[in-house]
């Protein structure tokens, strides 16, 4: 593994970047930088070229000077034309809580070059809307603690809050200190959340209102104690989708991926390579039942 930076869109991008083959990339939550993946890239790393970058104005990567629209929408953009930068014109996408919708977003904006996807945790994605506002309230309660106050013990402390237990961490917790402490990070990290919360209102920026229309083979991994969202919404929101199969972690929180990153690591190579990761989430007839059919937003 090893951090590189491109010029994406006029954006200074910084990614973490290890192996060869199929593109595979790894989207982080609101607030974090890449290496909250850094137990799942040399593994996962193994068949396919993993690709975890910084989210514009999060981590290493500049923020633009002036959002237009929703940042998820500008988000999925740029991890297309990352991809494109690095000669990719295909690729997987994982992404957990904020960074599973701008997942979604990629695989709706573009189906055609979106060939799996990996949706963790995400209640962005899969919990209703009109909610959404004061699930983000509390996420930014939590996160902005650490970003006025980037010491080791404020970034343990956020971090166990959406955990099932305290995990082992230090190591990436160290390596993210600096890039709470950079000057702006704050602001921007601020300016995501508020606009963030304002597009739940934007139908064309949500997935919730489109999970019937993501084409690519999806695989939803969640943990039974995640406190931002919950098992139920994530199943619901699985059987919409064409072809979605369901992993359910038990004693894990918001952080599949850095709680059990053996398990997460194994059932994503599974899943990718073309086998069954979880319990299928819709039956071969496709109907839906009446609990998980919603009116489109927008």
């Not at 951090?3 to 973490?16: E, H, K, M, S, W």
């Not at 979604?104 to 990996?118: G, K, N, W």
């Not at 899943?271 to 319990?279: D, I, K, S, T, Y």
Request: include cysteine.
């Amino acid at each position: 593994m090893k951090a590189a930076f491109l010029d994406v869109g006029g954006l200074r991008t910084r990614y973490l970047i290890a192996g060869d083959g199929p593109l595979l990339m790894l989207i982080h939550p609101v607030g974090y930088p890449a290496e909250i993946f850094a137990r799942n890239i040399d593994e996962l790393a193994r068949d396919y070229t993993v690709v975890a970058p910084d989210l514009p104005g999060q981590g290493h990567s500049a923020a633009p000077a002036g959002w237009t629209g929703a940042p998820q929408a500008l988000m999925a953009d740029q991890v297309l034309a990352l991809a494109s930068h690095l000669g990719f014109d295909r690729l997987a996408v994982m992404g957990s809580s904020l960074g599973g919708l701008v997942a979604a977003r990629t695989a709706l904006q573009a189906p055609q070059r979106v060939t799996a996807l990996v949706l963790t945790g995400t209640g962005s994605v899969f919990n209703d809307p009109v909610g959404q506002p004061e699930v983000l309230k509390a996420v930014y309660a939590n996160g902005s603690r650490a970003y006025a106050e980037p010491s080791l013990q404020a970034l343990r402390a956020r971090i166990a809050n959406t955990c099932f237990r305290p995990p082992d961490a230090d190591d990436i917790l160290v390596a993210h200190m600096t890039a709470y402490a950079l000057p702006g990070a704050a602001e921007a990290y601020r300016d995501i959340m508020d606009r963030l919360a304002r597009s739940m209102d934007e139908g064309e920026a949500l997935a919730f209102p489109y999970l019937e229309d993501i084409v690519a083979r999806t695989l939803v991994i969640i943990g039974r104690d995640d406190t931002r969202t919950s098992l139920a919404a994530h199943r619901d929101g699985a059987a919409r989708m064409r072809d979605a199969g369901l992993l359910c972690l038990n004693e894990c929180g918001h952080l599949p991926f850095l709680e059990h990153p053996q398990r997460f690591n194994e059932a994503v190579s599974r899943f990718l390579a073309g086998a069954a990761a979880g319990e299928r989430a819709r039956s071969m007839g496709g109907a839906l039942s009446p609990a998980t059919t919603v009116k489109r937003l927008g």
